[in-house]
């Protein structure tokens, strides 16, 4: 059971509490009406299928109840990092960098 | 005293026998026995048959990694374990068990012929044997299959007994609690720091229990053992016998199982059988310790022939000599010592037989005073004996050539082909593992968890080094945690240290492919099966096991992996490390399902949501089904009604006068705010803003690919209030979504949600009557059409309670919702049914609800809907604003497949011949075509009994809109069904009933 650091609680707290929500800044269009179909298929099916360090969302489902973003590694399941929604996507390089 | 026990020696109290049964045979054993070792003092090896060949089997080893002795084990009613090892079962007075996979006797077993018919079941026997003819599989094969699948029985009561499960958190956990163990943990203990030390035996101490003889910085092992037991409980150490490490999950999650009753001869009152551990360790110390590999020869697998470290362990430990006259066949110096220590207790040990030329002096020179017979440079080739071994062929082997073969006789054959580290728990971290060509195995390399790894578990050897080698591992994972120590350094004296080769498979001059040299012993696999897979072009190691079996019984392959590798390399022509090794996945051993579900069974199972109105529908005899976690009353059957009958009476009471019905399950969200109104456009299909305070709209919400996701009726209470209603099931998702929604595409907007599910009652009241019953309990709104039109809401007080009223229908008739504080819901209930008496009141339940709506066309989502349908499918364009700038699905709806002809429309079906619908049930236009059938539909919704006195169902017909009155087919097992389609509104299609 993983162990997840709530970037709104401030604490980390066990994968029980929480839910994921699939990959993270996946931008819906302000007015998605205007979007070519390739546009809209490209937003609503198309996704990373990364092996290692991977932009998600969770949700802090039986706690706070806000949705957050996340680094993880789909091979060793470790978290890089948590963020708040919103929130510039991280750099990469230096993440993994800090890493041991 | 039993003929195989040595006075003096093991650690069983002579003090305290016991009478247990096997095979309803009784034994008697001594207080630390298991059953393996209390029938080994009686000379019995035999305890099982084989899987696959039903062969005699005994005891190979003395731990948990035993792939033979499997038993069944009986404590009275209800309380039958199969395949329970022999090897780790502790033996309590009265303790009943039996053999398994075999028929009539564990001695003589007609299953046997499949050991005659070898060949045709060598590797890969399922996928070649049972595949022609066609006809045979009913009849032949698979209750060929059936029969010989699994292993043992399984049992057939109810568990009596009961589970636990809990949490531990500490700093430095360690896992096996041999020497390296109790050295880790000693190192800890004077931290002050919290330091749990398990073991899966029933008493800590691993290897020294074997090595009595051994001094610790001059104290004798055993003694040596106590004393640091005694110290390390009085340090606070939480030490855990009968403790076995399953997994180890992320982030240093440790599962552990505590078998805590399967010892006692009395079970103790208010104690689980077993406990489940879910450790947290900031450190974990892994020191599993090795396992000895056996050797891989023809008839390496009868009883008697087992691994020299047993042995050792069964004299040392148990105090008994697993024969009178034992033969050792090893290519390691460790199986000398079990010779030598036998020798010491009276047995004869006839020859010590090693495949090495070189061996040391001091071995042979110990071999020499004891007058054993020593074949360096030799292997051996067979053994005979039907139900126990009774002699071996042994052969000189020089220059790669196998001599002539001599028979040897023997009561038992001790063998070792070396140690493989047991690194099961490092493998569940995703370890990395490097190969080690000395050592001919795979060692520890790297895990990405805080763990570090101690003693023979990475290859070293002897007391001295694991004691040394823990106690230094123990520093590093302690310097992690901050606290440093001073690492012991500990001076063994009789240490029995030694090296030896691994052999992939002993010489032979016999034909290989004769050979039953077994590597699998659980499963049956032999060197053959091995070869030949790879002969088949198996090249993976991964697809060498799932063609074998190899390694894949509930042993997981301890003794079996490495040699099996060895082998397939060796076939494959590859060095090891390109073969690869297979994974190790949790648990460890064999583990219970009780101790898995731990609480969860019978009512814990699972949580059941009841409504405040649930009691007086069990006290009214209703019939519940789940619903999502819900029960609700499906319908009150009166005297001897079935569900037919008591689902047309409700049906025909609520169109007459009134239905009553608990719909407190509907899920509810209150959506409140500045920009509610803006928030409501957004998610659902409809237009909001001109729908004014008080009035309510029939909502539907699609995902944005366009498909409908959830409906419900939604009230405007205020300008910036709405009152959301949600399917049952639906509840948890659809505030999810708005949710996901609102917290990160439109942060900007004033909103707050709330679920409110449980905060109302909510009693349905549909019927001509429902106005009389109402109108004299309501305070605060006039009920007529005027005052308080269809789709209307307000907050009023009914029957003197505070509530919201909904004018709503979900049945074609006058209907309101009424919602009172939840507490409230009975009561309300009660006061309606006692005034309702007059004008005929009728509870109904979920059926007679499915009824009623499916007669007006209304759908329920996920019923008439399954994710792949749209509004327009479902004939609700009606709902679908046109001219707001977005709202979820919008720009789904215009995706080219979703505008495509010929898409499945919701449509009413009425079978010709009055004849009642199967939903589910595959719709097609030409009941002639060949088969496979062109399927243009399935039924979604069929009822057979309601108002209009006949079937009626819903499908999902391709073009259904466009085809109303035409006749399609469905096809059934025995008959083809026609159906007429038709419009979905099957009862007054112009809601005439609507009005008061
Ligand atoms: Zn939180």
């Not at chain 2, 943990?185 to 073991?199: E, P, W």
């Not at chain 2, 569900?643 to 959506?671: P, W, Y």
């Not at chain 2, 609102?742 to 429902?770: F, H, M, R």
Request: hydrophobic share 40%; net charge neutral; glycine share 10%.
């Amino acid at each position: 059971m993983l162990l997840i650091h709530c970037p709104y609680c401030d604490d980390t707290l066990p994968e029980l509490e929480f839910a994921y929500a699939g990959q993270a800044h996946v931008v819906r269009a302000p007015l998605p009406a205007t979007q070519s179909d390739a546009e809209w298929e490209e937003f609503l099916f198309i996704r990373d299928n990364a092996r290692g360090p991977h932009f998600e969302r969770w949700r802090h489902i039986h706690g706070c109840g806000r949705f957050f973003n996340a680094v993880r590694d789909t091979v060793s399941d470790r978290f890089y990092t948590t963020y708040k929604a919103g929130a510039p996507r991280p750099d990469l390089a230096s993440l993994i960098g800090e890493a041991p | 005293m039993s003929r195989f026990r040595v006075r003096g020696k093991g650690r069983v109290d002579a003090a305290k026998p016991m009478i247990f049964t096997f095979d309803g045979t009784p034994y008697t054993a001594l207080k630390g026995d298991t059953v393996a070792s209390a029938l080994l003092a009686h000379g019995v090896h035999l305890m099982g048959r084989s899987f696959k060949y039903h062969r005699p089997r005994g005891a190979i080893a003395a731990g948990s990694e035993e792939p033979n002795a499997l038993i069944g084990t009986r404590r009275g009613d209800g309380r039958f374990e199969p395949n329970t090892r022999a090897t780790v079962q502790e033996v309590w007075g009265g303790l009943q068990t039996t053999s398994q996979n075999k028929f009539p006797s564990l001695r003589f077993d007609v299953g046997a012929v499949n050991d005659a018919a070898y060949m045709l079941f060598s590797a890969g026997f399922y996928y070649k044997t049972f595949m022609w003819p066609k006809s045979f599989w009913d009849r032949v094969y698979e209750p060929f299959i059936r029969a010989a699948a699994g292993l043992g029985v399984a049992p057939t009561e109810e568990d009596p007994d009961s589970y636990a499960s809990r949490y531990l958190h500490c700093d430095l956990l360690i896992v096996g609690a041999g020497p390296a163990g109790i050295a880790a943990a000693l190192a800890a203990s004077a931290t002050g720091r919290s330091v749990v030390l398990v073991d899966e035996n029933a008493e800590i101490g691993g290897t020294l229990l074997s090595e009595p003889d051994a001094q610790i910085d001059g104290t004798p092992a055993w003694d040596w053992l106590a004393q640091s037991r005694a110290d390390l409980l009085a340090a606070g150490v939480k030490i855990m016998p009968r403790t076995t490490a399953i997994g180890y999950y992320h982030q240093n999650m440790i599962g552990m199982v505590q078998k805590l009753t399967d010892h006692l001869t009395e079970l103790p009152a208010d104690t689980p059988r077993e406990r489940l551990w879910r450790v947290r360790a900031k450190q974990v110390v892994l020191a599993q310790g090795a396992l000895e590999k056996p050797l891989v020869f023809h008839g390496n697998d009868r009883p008697g022939v087992m691994l020299a470290g047993a042995a050792q362990t069964y004299l040392n430990r148990y105090g008994v000599k697993v024969g009178d006259s034992p033969a050792v066949v090893t290519s390691h110096d460790s199986a000398w010592f079990a010779a030598f220590d036998l020798a010491d207790a009276g047995a004869r040990v006839q020859v010590i037989i090693d495949t090495r030329a070189q061996v040391r002096a001091d071995l042979q020179e110990a071999a020499r005073a004891r007058s054993i017979p020593v074949r360096l440079g030799h292997t051996v080739t067979a053994t005979a004996g039907r139900l126990r071994v009774k002699n071996l062929r042994v052969n000189a082997v020089s220059g790669g050539h196998v001599g002539a073969g001599t028979w040897i006789n023997c009561d038992a054959l001790l063998m070792s082909g070396g140690w493989t580290p047991s690194l099961h728990l490092f493998s569940h971290t995703k370890g990395r593992l490097a190969w080690d060509d000395a050592l001919t195995t795979f060692l520890p390399e790297h895990t990405p968890e805080a763990c570090v790894i101690a003693g023979a578990a990475r290859g070293l050897w002897g007391v001295q080094a694991a004691l040394n080698d823990g106690a230094a591992r123990a520093r590093e994972a302690l310097d992690a945690l901050g606290a440093t120590v001073q690492a012991a350094v500990y001076a063994v004296a009789k240490d029995r240290t030694g090296t030896g080769v691994s052999l992939h498979e002993l010489p032979t001059d016999r034909s290989a492919s004769k050979a039953k040299a077994f590597v699998d012993f659980q499963n049956d696999v032999t060197a053959k099966d091995l070869r030949l897979a790879v002969r088949e072009g198996m090249r993976s190691i991964e697809h060498v096991k799932r063609y074998t079996t190899n390694g894949m019984a509930t042993d997981q392959g301890k003794m079996s992996n490495i040699n099996g590798l060895n082998i397939a390399a060796d076939a494959l022509g590859k060095p090891q490390p390109q073969v690869g090794l297979t994974t190790f996945r949790p648990p460890y051993t064999p583990t219970s399902f009780g101790a898995f579900c731990g609480y969860h069974r019978g009512d814990h199972f699972e949580v059941l949501r009841r409504t405040q109105i649930d009691p007086w529908a069990e006290e009214n005899g209703a019939v519940f089904e789940p619903v999502g976690q819900w029960r609700r009353a499906r319908y009150f059957p009166q005297g001897n009604e079935d569900m037919d009958a008591a689902v047309r009476r409700e049906c025909a009471a609520t169109r007459a006068g009134i239905g009553m019905f608990d719909a407190s399950t509907l899920g509810k969200i209150e959506v409140v705010g500045p920009d509610a109104v803006e928030f409501m456009n957004r998610m659902y299909t409809n237009p909001w803003t001109k729908l004014a305070p008080g009035r309510c709209r029939y909502g539907l919400l699609l995902g944005d690919d366009g498909f409908i996701r959830d409906d419900g009726v939604i009230g405007r209470l205020d300008a910036d209030r709405f009152h959301v209603t949600t399917t049952t099931g639906g509840a948890a998702r659809v505030m999810n979504m708005m949710e996901d929604y609102l917290q990160t595409e439109w942060p900007d907007l004033e909103v707050w949600l709330t679920s409110t599910t449980e905060q109302w009652s909510t009693i349905a009241l549909n019927g001509p009557n429902v106005v009389k019953l109402l109108a004299p309990l309501v305070e605060g709104v006039a009920l007529n059409e005027a005052d308080f039109p269809h789709m209307s809401c307000v907050e009023c007080t009914v029957a003197g309670m505070p509530a919201r009223l909904f004018r709503v229908s979900f049945t074609g008739e006058v209907g309101f919702e009424i919602n009172v504080a939840a507490p409230l819901g009975r009561q309300l209930w009660e006061t309606l049914w006692a005034a309702g008496q007059p004008h005929g009141i009728t509870a109904y339940g979920t059926e007679t609800m499915h009824v009623l709506r499916a007669e007006k066309g209304y759908i329920i989502v996920g019923q008439d809907t399954d994710g792949t349908v749209t509004p327009y499918d479902a004939g609700m364009g009606w709902a679908v604003a046109k001219s707001k700038p977005d709202f979820v699905g919008m720009r789904g709806l215009a995706r080219p497949d979703l505008k495509a002809a010929n898409r499945r429309h919701l449509v009413g079906l009425l079978t010709e011949d009055h004849s009642l619908l199967e939903e589910g049930a595959q719709i097609v236009f030409d009941p002639d075509q060949p088969i496979p059938m062109t399927m243009r539909g399935h039924v979604t919704s069929a009822y057979a009994t309601g108002t209009t006195g006949r079937p009626i169902a819903l499908g999902l017909v391709e073009g259904g809109h466009e085809k109303l009155g035409e006749t399609v087919y469905i096809p059934m097992p025995d008959r083809t069904i026609a159906a007429k389609i038709t419009s979905s509104v099957f009862f007054d299609p112009d809601n005439t009933r609507l009005k008061i």
